[in-house]
């Protein structure tokens, strides 16, 4: 069984925002028709998680040793361009659609 203390966990969260991240960015997308915005969104909306995790669960200063490290780097990138082929790829459709 699960306990309550691990959804608290940084991988477990990272886990649930991720997905949400990137459907927003792919929404925005849909709605501005700009693929920019939407990966610009997904990568505020990881940032703005991290900043509100790691200031509020842990001590001061605690984030700026997590941001500046490769693991975060790689994610923060490689979500983003998933979201920038996701985009890319339903904006694609959605043009061969309207022909």
């Known amino acids: 069984m ?4 691990t959804l608290f966990h940084p991988i477990a969260l990272t886990l ?18 700009k693929i ?15 900043l509100w995790f790691w200031g509020y669960f842990y ?3 605690m984030y700026s040793e997590q941001i500046f490290t490769f693991d975060t780097l790689f994610m923060y990138v490689c979500f983003s361009g ?6 890319v790829g339903l904006r694609k459709k959605r043009v061969k659609k309207m022909e």
């Open 36 to 50: 920019l915005v939407g990966v610009l969104v997904q990568l505020a909306i990881n940032m703005l998680f991290d």
């Open 2 to 5: 699960v306990s309550y203390s």
């Open 59 to 61: 001590e001061e200063g």
């Open 82 to 87: 998933l979201t920038w082929i996701l985009s």
């Open 16 to 33: 649930l925002v991720v997905p949400i991240s990137i459907g927003m960015g792919l929404l925005i997308n849909w709605k501005t028709n």
